[in-house]
């Protein structure tokens, strides 16, 4: 069975996205398709605005064959570190492809910078410029010199995600499906528009209907902006927290300037506003909270360098099958109930479940555990 793999956030899922699964399903008819997800929190560091349940049930009933969880460690990093836990888990399920969305489209020109981007040189080069106090995405660029240059989000993802497979010697062939918007645009602009626009749009409490698909739009409706709710837990870390520059990206010497703040910050969004400089993007800065929130060390994060199982959310009869065929040759441990698995890594990941899990009234506390304990993997009846 020709397996194709996805790398996705699905906060929230949208037009777009379904545009990316229409055109593989086009371009790839009969394929298997495996989506790797982050659940919890993002990879800007930022809380899903889905549970995990809610959004497997989505990628279920829009067309994915089978749905992985991409651990923490993974998903709420740097796009190297992302791209490597997703690479690591595709790889081990024998994926044939990978489709992302590039504004590009251009595999050829992505594939010759992510192995420039691999030479001794350029890893020298991006140190020179972030020494200058150039931000990490702009030491990226100046590094490939003459070579060209990408600025673009999903294209730099996807940089990332060719370097990765070139590491890890895969045999893993890059497509790209040519994106249609905007990545960062912050105003609705039609029915394909950007996640961030919708997340924006549902905290502005503006209309977004025709930007998702019906049963997308049925939950979000409801959604309220939970990401200020975390907070408090947050204020309190910083502030009970002797040495901050233990946490994953929290470089030494800006843990002062946060210290120095955070009593003067009402919410998140000022306390960011305080410690933003030139070299730290706004992404960053929210996944250096994140990571300070859920206690995320760099000593965890030293131990978490290698994807440890893959963990099943859900899968249709074409996902189980392709599951019941190939799980004996599997490189790593394949997890279906969290009672059974044995692993450092995802008895963290419960942890972390549950600080995402602890801003929600105690009757959808209850019933969120019951899901991530006793519903998971969710299986999607054929009609």
Known sequence: MNAIGIIAEYNPLHNGHLHHLNQIRHLEKDALII????????QRGTPSLLDKYTKTKLCLDYGIDLVIELPFPFATQGADIFAKGAIQILSALQVKKIYFGSESNDVEKLTTLAKIALE?????????????????PTALNKAF?????????????????????????KTIEPKTIQRTNAFHETEITGSISSATSIRQAIIEKKDFKNTVPEEVYKILKHIENIEEKYYPFLKYKILSSENLSIYQTVDEGIEHRIKKVITESDCLETLIQKIKTKRYTYNRLKRMCCHILCDFTKERAKRFNEVEYIRILGFNSKGQSYLNKIKKQLSLPLITTLSKGKSEMLEYEKQVFSIYSSIFPYEKQIELNHLEYSAFPLQKKEE
């Open 120 to 136: 001794e040189e350029y890893q020298e080069r991006v140190c020179a410029y972030l020494k200058m106090g150039e931000n990490y």
């Open 35 to 42: 989506a790797v997800i982050t659940t919890s929190f993002t």
């Open 145 to 169: 010199l003459n070579h060209g240059f990408i600025t673009t989000p999903n294209d730099l993802l996807g940089l990332s995600y060719i370097k990765e497979i070139l590491k890890q010697k």
